[in-house]
């Protein structure tokens, strides 16, 4: 079974960084293209950022310049540095795989206050 565990959020003012982790567990991890994604309150989850088995990332336009997706295929983990970050961006965010790779975990909540 695989397990996905985000981690990292928090509350911060405009303008500052969360560095967010994701750890999954079960699966051939090296193998998948991963995925950041995020919903708001009332919203659908939407794709963030998409990182390739080979760490090539693509980005949402409203990401890119300010998002930095990585991953550690020795750890299985994945993680999205997140700068200069907007009220806007305040929601859950979650990871996993494209196609998905299992089950959705908890989230991770970050707020942004103005």
């Known amino acids: 079974q695989v397990q996905l565990v985000e981690s990292g959020g928090g509350l911060v003012q405009a303008g500052g960084s969360l560095r967010l982790s994701c750890a999954v567990s079960?699966?051939?991890?090296?193998?998948?293209?991963m995925g950041w994604y995020r919903q708001a309150p009332g919203k659908q989850r939407e794709l963030v950022a998409r990182?390739?088995?080979?760490?090539?990332?693509i980005y949402a336009d409203f990401a890119k310049g300010r998002f930095t997706a990585s991953r550690d295929n020795a750890k299985s983990t994945v993680h999205l540095q997140m700068n200069s970050l907007k009220p806007e961006d305040t929601a859950v965010y979650y990871c996993n795989g494209l196609p998905q790779l299992g089950p959705w975990g908890q989230g991770t909540q970050v707020t942004v206050s103005s």
């Open positions: 990182i390739s088995s080979t760490s090539v990332p």
């Open positions: 079960g699966s051939i991890f090296s193998m998948y293209t």
